[in-house]
């Protein structure tokens, strides 16, 4: 059954098609390894795909070869999800500390995964500059990446208060900590347990990662943002993986739609009345009046 709010099914009987695309990969790949290295059996149990031939051999017709495994499911291409405005306004507004208040902040403004944030020392943090060092996922590679103003203030509110309360002071100390003692740095664990608390209130089943989804697509549609720039920001090798934000989301195509009606509607009646009074554009809706 969808969530109301957010749209999206809850957990199923069944693991979802992409989490079994990606169980097939690995296996394949596990095997082709020791089949390589000759200590595994001597065929692959999740074997790729077979060829198949578009045209008969006589006909000298071309041989397409399929990607994927022969077991790999069909994965359904669908649009990133993201937090609409309205909602992440919602969201925010149930947080109940400057802590977690200061890290939606920051993921929402560049998009860096979690671990990255986990992993921030307190040195790491330059509000003058608003640039924040992590240490990305992958080539753990450290990187100064912009932040928005308003996340340094939220960060700032915490510190204050944290350090009140007796959290460990200091350039080489985690940046993120527990809110009660015995303090200790925070855990991912922890934030996403944050996380579901504010989700459980509002009655939505939002992620962790739907906040670096939301951050990516806002940079993305961006007209005055190189798509490159955002690239960079998300940590991205490839920057068709940061195109795939650049489709508008389910919102914003309705109100495209329905401006298009709209639109429509007014040109009809202008066309209708021309003759005897002449249309007027309400500006609160955009629809004519006369």
Same mark, same amino acid.
């Given at each position: 059954?969808?969530?109301?709010?957010?749209?999206?099914? @809850?957990?199923?009987?069944?693991?979802?098609?992409?989490?079994?695309?990606?169980?097939?990969?690995?296996?394949?790949?596990?095997?082709?390894?020791?089949?390589?290295?000759?200590?595994?059996?001597?065929?692959?149990?999740?074997?790729?795909?077979?060829?198949?031939?578009?045209?008969?051999?006589?006909?000298?017709?071309?041989?397409?070869?399929?990607?994927?495994?022969?077991?790999?499911?069909?994965?359904?291409?669908?649009?990133? @999800?993201?937090?609409?405005?309205?909602?992440?306004?919602?969201?925010?507004?149930?947080?109940?500390?400057?802590?977690?208040?200061?890290?939606?902040?920051?993921?929402?403004?560049?998009?860096?995964?979690?671990?990255?944030?986990?992993?921030?020392?307190?040195?790491?943090?330059?509000?003058?500059?608003?640039?924040?060092?992590?240490?990305?996922? @992958?080539?753990?590679?450290?990187?100064?990446?912009?932040?928005?103003?308003?996340?340094?203030?939220?960060?700032?509110?915490?510190?204050?208060?944290?350090?009140?309360?007796?959290?460990?002071?200091?350039?080489?100390?985690?940046?993120?900590?527990?809110?009660?003692?015995?303090?200790?740095?925070?855990?991912?664990?922890?934030?996403?347990?944050?996380?579901?608390?504010?989700?459980?209130?509002?009655?939505?089943?939002?992620?962790?990662?739907?906040?670096?989804?939301?951050?990516?697509?806002?940079?993305?549609?961006?007209?005055?943002?190189?798509?490159?720039?955002?690239?960079?920001?998300?940590?991205?090798?490839?920057?068709?993986?940061?195109?795939?934000?650049?489709?508008?989301?389910?919102?914003?195509?309705?109100?495209?739609?329905?401006?298009?009606?709209?639109?429509?509607?007014?040109?009809?009646?202008?066309?209708?009345?021309?003759?005897?009074?002449?249309?007027?554009?309400?500006?609160?809706?955009?629809?004519?009046?006369?």
């Amino acid at each position: 059954m969808p969530d109301t709010v957010t749209g999206r099914a @809850g957990p199923g009987p069944m693991f979802a098609a992409t989490t079994r695309a990606h169980c097939e990969t690995v296996l394949r790949s596990f095997y082709d390894f020791h089949l390589e290295v000759g200590t595994g059996p001597i065929i692959n149990p999740f074997p790729t795909r077979r060829e198949r031939r578009r045209l008969p051999a006589s006909a000298g017709g071309p041989v397409r070869s399929v990607p994927g495994g022969r077991y790999r499911p069909s994965v359904p291409v669908r649009v990133p @999800g993201r937090i609409p405005d309205a909602r992440f306004d919602e969201l925010f507004a149930a947080l109940r500390h400057h802590r977690d208040r200061a890290l939606l902040a920051f993921w929402v403004s560049n998009g860096v995964r979690a671990e990255g944030w986990l992993t921030c020392r307190q040195r790491d943090a330059l509000p003058g500059e608003q640039l924040l060092g992590v240490v990305r996922k @992958g080539a753990r590679a450290y990187q100064q990446v912009p932040s928005a103003a308003d996340a340094f203030v939220w960060l700032r509110l915490y510190q204050e208060e944290a350090w009140r309360a007796g959290v460990p002071r200091g350039p080489g100390r985690w940046l993120w900590w527990a809110l009660r003692p015995p303090f200790r740095p925070l855990t991912y664990h922890a934030a996403r347990a944050m996380f579901g608390r504010a989700n459980r209130w509002l009655g939505a089943n939002w992620t962790l990662h739907d906040l670096r989804r939301t951050a990516a697509y806002r940079m993305a549609r961006d007209p005055k943002l190189a798509l490159t720039d955002v690239q960079w920001v998300l940590g991205h090798a490839h920057l068709s993986t940061t195109q795939i934000y650049l489709p508008a989301g389910r919102e914003e195509i309705i109100d495209a739609v329905r401006a298009h009606h709209e639109r429509a509607s007014c040109e009809a009646q202008v066309v209708a009345v021309s003759s005897s009074s002449p249309p007027t554009v309400s500006p609160r809706r955009g629809r004519c009046a006369r």
